[in-house]
């Protein structure tokens, strides 16, 4: 439990000065000037007092119990502070100097040591090189930090690697006039983890959504597992810094170039059912949002407006991040049309019109919450000068207050109503500016719901032969298997593959051939060859034990001494090229990469991420997330595949990765998938083992 | 010349009354409190004073001049109304009122009628059912309008078809501390219509940038002209509204489907040089910067920063965008190093580290902007409590100002430090909230720069055989083009096709291949056939005169009594597949389509649009507008296509479909495209002939 960080006691500052720009002063006179609910103590050691706070020498001479210090002296003195801190029965020491990890090799050695002394007292150390945590609760009202964005209660709370993020997010919450419940931007994390803090916001009872920034993992199962246990319950919105950087993982197939820092956060998102974002604007106003409104049942939008450009706005916005627009019963229809003006449009977008008063607007919201077939309400509201305003707002309020789903408002307005906004914020209502914000949230919430309706299961049992798999990859260790090796792997683990004979020698071919059928297919089997197509190393349509042998003559000649082994294969008919991969992602296990092969993946990029072993419904969810779906189901009159048999690929495939972690990288390319019936084949592997 | 409505010397308002919620009382209103510099001249049967105005009983009456009159009476009493003030010889009316087109039948009528009168007095009319106009020129100072956003003096003028996206462009403006120039929210377009006002617009000296929605096209033809004659010197931004309501046109072929209003606005806004947004804020944020910096010279972006994740999230939406990281020179790193503190950083974002000062900043921003290949600097600034806050924002305008290269400042900080962004601002630099907004504003510069610094060449003279075409499709007319006709119109413009003969029976195939060669493709041609695979109506791979027999029986008794043909053609050896097609936009001309064919075009609708005839220049940037783009240029070793040659196909079928307006719709779908040295062929048309 983190109570004593997170709900202190009392509070000691540890280098607290009388110099203004001080961290130590400032943090004293954030923890006072927010109303800290406990004792203050500063520490100096010339003592004296800061901001009319008596300052103690040091943290020995207090005279109460201190459950947390903030320490930002230089980092040369820490370790015997810490001694100190611990002999006092301080429980967590927040570490805002700098001077550790991040300034190499001896900065690495002082943290370890500082860790190693904390320890030795039951301490738990926060940073260091970090800002520190706030509690917005009023009962505890602790601003341990010493930065500047005001605060105040509100239910969104943030966790931020970088500080300079952690702060932007509050801010413009700040901006728009709500608060914040936890915050934390824990820096080195030395001893206490990211996981640990998300955790405890998990737990928090006046946290109703998370947001996070996030610049690495240092434990990726850690983090993976507390957002799992948390997201069914509580909305994690999260942004992943660097999703463009490349990749760290440098290998050397199609899987390693696309596995990187930002496809594991995608990886981990999509299994743990985080939100994830780009645009950090666009986070914090779908946590606002998600702060005071029910998820939508789900994606049909009703829109209301008073004027008409905005609308058709918001229809562009919604349709195109996957909203559908909401048709009204016969009876919601009526109800509109008896209640709106003449000139008012009763379709989707309601459009009251700018002469619309209260009644307009309380009928428009209240009839399309009560429409079966809408599950989620934004109201456009452009204050025109010669109605009741205030009324409009009351009105949007009551019908918003009465239904489970969610309302977002728009208002276009100066500061002259500013406190119409006001009005409705406080009535729990997130209001925007721009109708595309409003859309954006909720599809977002729509996105959120999404991922919390997925089922739940544990990835099913499967009829493989593990033993035998444990004893190939265990001779092939330490480099790439030989093909014939690695598609017995497949095999193994109900992967189906081409008929398949190894040969030696020409000598090999008639008795190669009879074991695969015609026509077949003779390909390059050698460890430093990774695209066999592009060397030469695939002869296709070999429909003879005379082509077979002629097109082996002209490979031997190619690699000629490469360390060249060559296999047979029966040539598989032409379907639908997938590729299918894996790659060890230390601290996690394997990733586990789908998309359509070819161009696909070559030039769109067009993959999906996520971790190994998969259950059913993540499996079924991995395939159905590509962009080139479409192509999967069917398009035009032409077949689609057999998707059940890829999921069976995909659970045995991921299966596979998951139970030996030997396998540091691993690629089926393509896969080839048929009309339903027919199961994909595998019909190229690479697969490396450590 | 537009000065009598946006420069007038007097306004009359017709409809002033003493109800202040009346729309002539408000603008009585806002002509009086935003200054108006000439006299206004309140009209109201029952004489009085408005706003302690003298109020004349009709507009006969008023003792001056009047260039404008705002109208909001009754419809039914204009055209008396419109009469007088003919007489009276005022320029301009603006009528607010509605009543008009937009109720049927009746008000078109009331509409001419009006429009008559006005003409028949040399009068133009603005509007109907609009909101009006503003010139916030502090030499006119005129707010004909009756909403209620503040004007102040800008350079950015809006022109929107819809009054409440009108005003909420404006809105942003005024929220963040800016003003706007000319603003027109323009109604009905019953006579005075967008692009004359546009062409205004581009000629005021005072604006700088033009914003603009729109939601449907009167006169698409003028509108382009008139914005490619701006476009060169002024940037204009635009929102196409409903870009993903389903197309007007339905038409039967692939290219009618995906021709709608949406592709519309994006030829044109292509061909002249417009920048399109789907986004408000970010168009307005564009919109902000490029009203104060110059267009940068490229894509290459510097960043500066005091704190790391807004760094990353600048570089994360930097590169998403297309713009790249610019890297500095050695004696710019050994600058930025001398200047800087030890623990800053100097690659590419520049840390300055949040205890940087005044000193620090310049030096960063003045390196950055003297380094020769950088383009665009973006500078964030987290205002730390112990650093010279207001001696930062000095030096950064400062060096800024010394440059012509465009600055965008991002700001973070609280009310309290207000001022620091209302000093930047001043200066005119452009200041946002989050770091994707400048990256975001920059890069849509960098877009404006690119449409800009297009060669603009007339469509190349080329050799075609007119008269024929113009045979063949009066012969035509009323319906498609028999295959044998469409191919024979392709090649004689000069765009390749396989070697064709009709069969009319069996007796045909003999002299039929003979002519085209082997192997060779049996198509059914018939006008209700669209997807001839679809119904088996293409049989490929034909190596033989009896297997052409064969297949021609089969296809016989398949679309027997279906008023079918069957023609013959060398079956081509498979190439890229590439759609072009042509559709006829009323008022505008053809626009003419090109994607990658099949599931490009199918699941992915990686289409783009443009405006026939094309210049060479044209032609290559559609080809390179696409996303599949690296297909045709060649990926992983495989040889891209002949793109000059494909250039050469589009040139020619863009000037065939200019050349004759009477085709409706034209498809070659496919055509494959071959590597270097080898033309592109049409393996399939469909032309249809008014």
């Known amino acids: 439990m983190l109570d004593g960080l997170f709900r202190p006691r ?56 201190v459950d947390l210090v903030n320490i930002s002296i230089k980092a040369d003195y820490i370790p015997a502070v810490m001694e100190e801190c611990g002999k006092k029965g301080v429980k967590f020491a927040i570490v805002h100097s700098a001077g550790f990890k991040e300034v190499g090799e001896e900065g690495l050695a002082r943290e370890k040591k500082m860790v190693e002394i904390a320890h030795h007292y039951g301490m738990r150390v926060y940073g260091p090189n970090c800002q520190g945590i706030q509690n917005s609760d009023p009962e505890i009202s602790v601003y341990a930090n010493f930065t500047f964005v005001p605060m105040k209660p509100g239910s969104i709370s943030i966790i931020a690697q970088g500080g300079g993020m952690g702060e932007l997010l509050k801010l413009h919450l700040h901006k728009v006039g709500l608060g914040h419940r936890l915050y934390c931007s824990y820096g080195n994390e030395c001893d ?32 993976l597992e507390v957002a799992a246990g948390i997201t069914p319950h509580k909305p994690i919105l999260a942004i992943k810094a660097g999703r463009t950087r490349e990749g760290s993982i440098a290998v050397s197939s199609h899987t390693g170039s696309l596995v990187d820092q930002a496809a594991l956060a995608e990886a ?28 939508p049942a789900g994606r049909r939008i009703g829109l209301i407006t008073n004027t008409g450009g905005p609308g058709i706005q918001a229809v ?12 009204w019963s016969e009876a919601g229809r009526q109800r509109l049309e008896e209640s709106l003006y003449a000139e008012a449009s009763c379709g989707n977008p309601v459009d009251v019109v700018a002469t619309a008063g209260p009644d307009h607007y309380f009928a428009a919201v209240d009839t399309l919450l009560k429409e079966k077939d809408t599950d989620m309400v934004m109201v456009f509201f452009v204050t025109a000068p010669f109605v009741d305003l205030d009324g409009i707002a009351t009105r ?14 728009v208002v276009e307005t100066t500061d002259k109503w500013a406190g119409l906004i006001d009005k409705l914020r406080d009535s729990g209502l997130p209001v925007y500016e721009f109708p595309e914000d409003g859309v954006r949230a909720l599809a977002d919430m729509a996105r959120c719901r999404d991922l919390r309706q997925r089922p739940r299961e544990e990835p099913p049992a499967l009829e493989v032969r593990r033993e035998e798999v444990e004893k190939i990859l265990a001779a092939g260790a330490g480099g790439y298997l030989p093909q014939d090796k690695a598609y017995a792997v497949l095999e193994a683990y109900g992967i189906p593959t081409p008929p398949l004979a190894v040969l030696d020698s020409a000598d090999d071919v008639d008795a190669a051939v009879t074991k695969v059928g015609l026509p077949c297919v003779l390909k390059v089997d050698a460890a430093d060859v990774v695209h066999k197509s592009d060397e030469g190393g695939v002869a296709l349509g070999l429909d003879s034990a005379q082509a077979v042998r002629e097109a082996l003559a002209t490979m031997q000649d190619r690699f000629d001494g ?66 080139g779906l479409p192509l999967l189901e069917g398009v035009r009159g032409e077949a689609g595949v057999d998707l059940a048999a890829v999921e069976d690929l995909l659970l045995r495939f991921s299966r596979l990765v998951a139970d030996f972690p030997s396998i540091v990288e691993m690629d089926l390319n393509p896969v080839f998938a048929y009309p339903p019936g027919r199961p994909p084949l595998a019909v190229d592997v690479r697969l490396k083992v450590r």
């Not at 983890?193 to 959504?209: A, H, K, N, S, W």
Request: aromatic share 8%.
């Open 10 to 65: 009392a509070v000691a500052v540890i280098g607290a000065s009388a110099n203004p720009y001080s961290i130590g002063h400032i943090v004293v006179r954030n923890l006072v000037d927010y109303g800290f609910k406990g004792p203050i103590f500063p520490i100096n050691p010339k003592g004296g007092h800061i901001r009319s706070i008596k300052a103690y020498r040091s943290i020995s001479e207090v005279p109460d119990e």
């Open 192 to 223: 206490l983890t990211m996981p640990e803090i998300l955790e405890y916001y998990g737990q928090d009872e006046g946290t109703r959504v998370i947001m996070m920034q996030t610049e690495s993992f240092k434990d990726p199962r850690a983090f």
């Open 268 to 295: 981990m998102y999509r299994k743990a059912g985080v939100v994830q974002f780009t645009d950090s604007d666009e986070m914090i106003k779908a946590a606002i949002a998600m702060s005071t409104q029910d998820l």
């Open 316 to 327: 562009d916005e919604a349709v195109s991040r996957g909203l559908t627009l909401a048709t």
């Open 396 to 409: 949007i309020r009551e019908a918003a207050g009465a239904s489970d789903k969610p309302v977002v408002v």
């Open 562 to 627: 490469r360390d060249a082994r060559f296999i047979l294969q029966q040539q598989a008919p032409a379907g639908r090229e997938l590729i299918v991969g894996a790659v060890e992602a230390p601290g996690l296990g394997s990733l586990v990469m789908f998309g359509l092969g070819g161009i696909f993946v070559e030039v769109l990029r067009d993959v999906a991420f996520t971790v190994a072993p998969l259950s059913r419904p993540e499996a079924g969810e991995v395939l159905r997330s590509i962009r």
